[in-house]
């Protein structure tokens, strides 16, 4: 089954390529790396090269922006949420307020997302103050300890960077998902489809016409979301274009703020050209990457190669 997983074959390639031992532990959660009595690990898609405090900051939504804003990296506006039975120490009515004046100030558009959620899970978009209500119970019913709001930006793509040391190896934007018409199924038919042959749950436009029937080759978005996860496609880029310098410098900044070594940094440009920091993640997983974009296996096997020799810097 692991072998189906981009990232465990390129994971085995590369410990083969470079004799590096492999034990696989807990269950396959944990893969141990020794060479020459230096042992690493690597668990699920983090390697052992940021520190405990990065990876805890990078793992939280809201410790991220707080981080961010503090030194100066432009980040979308957050505000935070505490539940009442886990975090009653914290909590006080005044935080729902103030995401309902977000709400407002951001043209009744806002975002509701578990601080831990990642691949786009518990994350919900909003248009109204009785859906950021249940969104919030939803999530506190799935004991999330606390929860960020923060703004709807309308965006075409996103862009993700994926950064080791400062650098950055790889950036490229993620379209959102859509279906291609034939001239006879309707939108709800072409989904289901997509859903089926991708293994995956599309979270759709709220109010899209799923009785709608595209021309044949019309293309329709129909995701909000930009996670690969939820059917996004990775897009190549011009990198020598001076917009994606731009976000390049943002990212390394934002790496930087967070004293992370290896991140997956996803990064929103607005219609007038304004660049925010959207999330880091720790977690670099590039399984779609690998399968979609063009030489993508190459090129995430390369990433993975380079953070190993970063582990066993002396090795190699």
């Known amino acids: 089954m692991e072998e189906s997983i981009p990232f465990y074959k390129i994971l085995n390639e590369i410990c083969e390529e470079k004799n590096i031992t492999q034990k696989i532990l807990s269950y396959g959660w944990i893969r141990e790396l020794e060479k020459e009595n230096e042992k690493h690990h690597v668990i699920r898609y983090q390697f052992d090269l940021n520190n405990a405090t990065s990876y805890k900051i990078a793992n939280d939504k809201y410790a991220t922006y707080e981080i961010l804003k503090a030194n100066n990296v432009p980040i979308v506006e957050h505000k935070m949420i505490f539940n009442p039975l ?8 005044e935080f729902l307020v103030k995401v309902k004046e977000l709400f407002y100030k951001n043209n009744k558009k806002i975002v509701i997302k578990a601080n831990t959620s990642c691949e786009g899970k518990d994350v919900y978009f909003c248009i109204s103050e009785k859906e950021i209500e249940e969104a919030v119970q939803k999530l506190f019913e799935k004991r999330k300890d606390t929860l960020s709001a923060c703004e709807y930006l309308e965006i075409d793509y996103e862009y993700r960077a ?4 400062e650098e950055i190896l790889c950036i490229y934007k993620k379209r959102k998902a859509y279906v291609v018409g034939n001239g006879k199924d309707t939108l709800k038919d072409l989904i289901e489809k997509e859903n089926i042959v991708n293994g995956i749950e ?9 009785n709608y029937i595209p021309k044949d080759q019309e293309e329709v978005t129909v995701s909000w979301k930009h996670n690969l996860s939820n059917g996004a496609k990775p897009v190549k880029i011009d990198e020598n274009d001076e917009l994606v310098k731009k976000i390049k410098q943002v990212a390394i900044q934002a790496a ?20 925010y920091v959207m999330e880091v993640n720790g977690n670099v997983c590039m399984n779609k990457f690998a399968k979609e974009f063009p030489n993508g296996y190459k090129i995430a096997k390369e990433i993975y190669s380079k953070a190993i020799d970063k582990m066993f810097q002396h090795k190699f």
Do not use: E
Request: glycine content about 0%.
């Open 86 to 93: 886990t975090r009653s120490l914290y909590y006080k009515n």
């Open 162 to 165: 994926v950064c080791l040391d």
């Open 202 to 210: 599309i979270d759709i436009i709220k109010d899209l016409d799923l």
């Open 256 to 275: 930087k703020a967070l004293n992370i070594r290896f991140a997956n940094i996803d990064i929103a440009v607005t219609n007038n050209k304004k660049i």
